[in-house]
């Protein structure tokens, strides 16, 4: 943590020189949370990853603001299938600007969080870091300070009352970097009332090495999304990882609905080095409908965290939860649930389901559901259960004259088939159900581009 301190401390004139003064107002409260509460995890926190060692590393930071030599042109190729998306382009912490004639619907806005903070301070003002500021459960108050302390650019997304956008917009993040690199990445979407968008996030990384024979350095991506969903408004947001095993991804969302919304968030982690992901969100009005949803393939030696978080805070509101893992060889796992029924929310319905399978002895899961109710006159269930695959079924199948490996294949995909069809975008579900069967063939993985989503 005193590294990051140092280095704030040392460069705060060059970080607020290539940012924006909305951005540069928020850095001295965060420095000083992050000196308070630390990057460890908490004691109740059985997670098998920490923080504090994901961070541990000395990361080199482009404060300075040097431009990646790349293009658009010349290092992309993601695009799904039947899937027409309005993209833009992440290269560690910079937004790669788009063609001029790409133009958006009136009043809406998508690009650099930088320039909003300049063309549109109040706005900017008002939402910016509001809820990665809170101290609020499943998520970490040091990790979103530090990605404060040195955040200077981002994506954000603003869509006004009543504005319905049936494109998808896609952000491809990539990590690039031939050193040990950290990306402080952040992303902030605000949807007004009545309003209608859907956001895929793609996290690829691209390791180089400088000279042949070289280790490949270790990537972090440091990312925090803030999101608000407005009265009667409808969100999608999906993140979709396919990381090298020397990659690290250590993400927050928050996300606050109003009355009336409906918002699906769904988290897909296909390869992954070391992710550990944490996931709020505020029920704040009554009439609500969130559903979460996730999964996790992992084999190696490779971690996955979960820990999330739904506060029903009002009357008459439903949330679904469902995330699936698929543990091989010495993977780690786990699953951190809990939902808040407050005091009043009366009409609740609140469900959270947990299922895992471990493929071998060496590979482990931990699952920890909660649900604590204060309310009256609710429907309200959370379960979770780590097993392997059903022998039963599998017998059944090879006496069908069906290959072992193609039955367990076979047997995994439909276990996550449930998670696949929450995807409220059809092509992005077509192209899901593609990814997953190649990853449990052993075809699936991370090219130096971002092909896989192609």
């Given amino acids: 943590?005193?590294?990051?301190?140092?280095?704030y401390n040392g460069y705060r004139d060059l970080i607020d020189r290539n940012s924006a003064p909305v951005l540069n107002a928020q850095r001295a409260q965060a420095a000083e949370t992050l000196k308070q509460t630390g990057l460890d995890k908490p004691m109740k926190d059985f997670t098998p990853t920490d923080p504090s060692s994901m961070l541990s590393t000395?990361?080199?930071?482009?404060?300075?603001r040097h431009e990646v030599p790349v293009t658009r042109s010349n290092l992309f190729t993601c695009s799904v299938p039947d899937l027409s998306t309005q993209v833009w382009y992440l290269v560690n912490e910079q937004l790669l600007p788009r063609p001029d004639d790409d133009r958006l619907p009136e009043g809406v806005y998508a690009g650099s969080l930088r320039d909003f903070a300049l063309q549109h301070p109040d706005l900017a003002e008002r939402y910016y870091n509001k809820l990665a500021s809170q101290d609020v459960p499943q998520c970490h108050p040091g990790v979103s300070a530090l990605n404060t302390m040195f955040c200077q650019d981002g994506f954000v997304l603003y869509v006004p009352d009543g504005m319905q956008i049936e494109k998808p917009f896609q952000l491809i993040s990539l990590l690039r970097s031939?050193?040990?690199f950290m990306a402080a990445q952040r992303i902030?979407?605000?949807l007004g009332d009545g309003a209608k968008a859907n956001v895929l996030v793609c996290d690829h990384d691209n390791e180089l090495r400088l000279h042949e024979g070289d280790a490949l350095p270790t990537l972090l991506s440091l990312q925090v999304a803030e999101i608000y969903v407005g009265k009667n408004a409808q969100f999608d947001y999906y993140c979709?990882?396919?990381?090298h095993d020397n990659a690290q991804r250590l993400?927050?969302?928050?996300?606050?609905?109003?009355?009336?919304s409906n918002a699906?968030?769904?988290q897909f982690s296909l390869t992954a080095g070391t992710t550990r992901n944490h996931v709020h969100i505020s029920l704040d009005g009554e009439h609500i409908d969130t559903q979460l949803f996730g999964m996790v393939i992992a084999d190696r030696k490779q971690k996955v965290d979960n820990l999330t978080f739904i506060d029903h805070r009002h009357p008459n509101c439903t949330s679904n939860e469902l995330f699936k893992y698929v543990l091989d060889e010495e993977a780690q796992g786990s699953f951190l649930g809990r939902i808040l029924v407050r005091e009043g929310a009366i009409g609740t319905d609140a469900h959270q389901t947990d299922r895992n399978l471990c493929l071998t002895p060496q590979a482990h899961m931990l699952a920890r559901p909660e649900l604590e109710i204060y309310a009256d006159d609710v429907k309200c269930s959370h379960g979770a259960t780590v097993g392997q695959l059903d022998t039963a079924a599998l017998f059944y199948m090879r006496t069908r004259g069906i290959q072992e490996e193609e039955a367990r294949m076979l047997l995994m995909f439909a276990f996550m088939s449930d998670v696949i069809e929450k995807i409220r975008i059809l092509p992005l579900q077509d192209r899901l159900r593609h990814l997953v069967e190649k990853r449990f063939r052993g075809e699936l993985g991370t090219a130096a581009s971002c092909q896989n989503c192609g």
């Fill in 1 to 7: 943590m005193q590294q990051y301190l140092d280095l």
């Fill in 264 to 266: 699906a968030i769904g």
């Fill in 251 to 260: 993400s927050q969302i928050y996300v606050s609905q109003c009355e009336g």
């Fill in 240 to 243: 979709l990882e396919e990381h």
């Fill in 188 to 190: 902030l979407i605000i």
């Fill in 178 to 180: 031939v050193e040990d």
């Fill in 58 to 64: 000395d990361y080199a930071i482009n404060l300075a």
